[in-house]
């Protein structure tokens, strides 16, 4: 089974980061396991890796998609498993980098993704007008509470999914997350997962916000709000929809900037809810252990090693 290294861990806890440094020391090349960094309109909002960093290190799935195509787990899964098998043919080591949950898992392990669902000749029509009342996030907030280890692994954005969830639900009456059949690893992947205290967490999110409006996510916001009426991928996503109301003269700046620290400090605690309990990552603190970075090569180099 082929090797690969996994880094994941809630947003701005410094993934990127340590895994450039680790690309560089043990011959890797990095693959994005973001959801959204695939797509060319919106990398501020993103947190892409910067054009230098993409230049020290070969990275995969940035910048291939338009946010006007569409693109979905299985997409990534399917893109990401041939760049795996490039890397390794090249004889350098495969690093998957990323936060979000579902993509890292149904890469990492052979999971059901379908292909052309027939999911929308079947889906509960009541659950089909939930959604179009009162949106993608509150569909999936049903979801949560109604079955929290299958909300675990749908992110918010995929409301197929989380139609197709709760219509299985309504339907047999039995958890959807207990109808899954059982998975199977698709690699043998050493998952690395960085995380340190709340407070720490948020401090640096809320200072990543403040960073990414200087290097211009108003503008960025501005674009995908611009472009809403054409149905495309960045509409649902953290970063730009906090500021629709703003672009509305519905809110204040100050007021859609607080939105978004506080949007992205609960993705934060979504992210490493998913990651305790549906991927099995080894923890390393790299806020407050300062020899972490030791830490995970070393242990890095046992697993390369066994």
Do not use: C
């Not at 043919?89 to 898992?105: E, L, M, Q, R, S």
């Not at 280890?149 to 999914?161: E, H, L, T």
């Not at 401090?203 to 990543?208: D, K, L, S, V």
């Amino acid at each position: 089974m082929q090797k690969i290294i996994v880094i994941v861990g809630p947003t701005a806890v410094g993934k990127s980061e340590y895994a450039l440094k680790l690309a560089k020391e043990i011959n890797g090349e990095i693959i994005s396991g973001d959801s959204m960094q695939i797509y060319q309109e919106v990398g501020i909002g993103t947190a892409k890796p910067t054009k230098s960093e993409q230049a020290q290190v070969k990275h995969y799935l940035v910048d291939e998609k338009s946010i006007f195509e569409e693109y979905s787990v299985k997409d990534f899964v399917d893109e990401a498993t041939a760049a795996i098998t490039k890397i390794i043919a090249n004889d350098h080591i495969p690093i998957v980098v990323g936060g979000t949950g579902f993509y890292i898992n149904a890469l990492v392990n052979k999971m059901q993704l379908g292909g052309n669902d027939n999911y929308k000749t079947s889906i509960d029509p009541k659950w089909e007008e939930f959604l179009t009342k009162y949106g993608a996030q509150k569909l999936w907030d049903e979801l949560n509470n109604k079955d929290p280890g299958a909300a675990a692994k749908i992110p918010v954005q995929n409301s197929r999914r989380t139609l197709r969830a709760l219509t299985v639900i309504s339907r047999t009456g039995k958890l959807f997350s207990e109808q899954q059949a059982k998975i199977e690893p698709r690699y043998d992947a050493l998952i690395i997962a960085l995380n340190s205290d709340r407070q720490l967490i948020y401090e640096r999110i809320n200072q990543r916000v403040d960073k990414m409006m200087t290097a211009g996510l108003l503008d960025e916001a501005k674009f995908v709000f611009e472009n809403r009426e054409r149905e495309h991928q960045a509409i649902q996503a953290i970063g730009y929809k906090e500021f629709f109301p703003y672009f509305e003269n519905k809110s204040t700046l100050d007021e859609a900037i607080d939105k978004l620290k506080q949007v992205s400090r609960r993705y934060a605690k979504r992210q490493i809810t998913y990651f305790k309990h549906q991927l099995p990552v080894e923890w390393f603190d790299p806020l407050k252990d300062k020899n972490y970075q030791d830490k995970i090569d070393k242990r890095v180099e046992e697993f390369l090693n066994e």
